[in-house]
């Protein structure tokens, strides 16, 4: 059975998405949510323009999951997201190296687009 990856076996960040994927807490929680279904309930972009997300929209329900889950303040839990590699997979993405997100609204934001 092959089973589908959010990242590609050719990606240089595979082996940390088979970690996250196989060896952790979050990993395991992520196999569970319907991914799929949730991203149905949201309405298109009305706006195209505009700067690409951090996170595909299924991320904004990853990042809400672990607002609830972990109980941090927005900062803190934009400061966890930045540095923690597990967080940022959990979400679908993963940042380069030295890669930060500036928006300190960020988290508010994806909060307004799910409400």
Known sequence: MVQNTLFSF???????????NNSTELGRIY?????NDLVKVLPEKRHPAG????LPKAGYFGLMFLKHYTGLSDEKLMAAFQTNFSYQ????????????????AFIS???VILA
Request: hydrophobic residues 40%; aromatic residues 20%; contains cysteine.
């Open 89 to 104: 997979m959990f979400c679908g993405c993963r940042l380069k190296l030295n890669e930060v997100i500036r928006d300190n």
């Open 10 to 20: 050719d990606s240089p960040i595979f082996p940390e998405w088979y970690f996250f």
């Open 109 to 111: 934001r994806v909060r």
């Open 51 to 54: 700067a690409p997300s951090y």
């Open 31 to 35: 196999k569970l949510i319907p991914w």
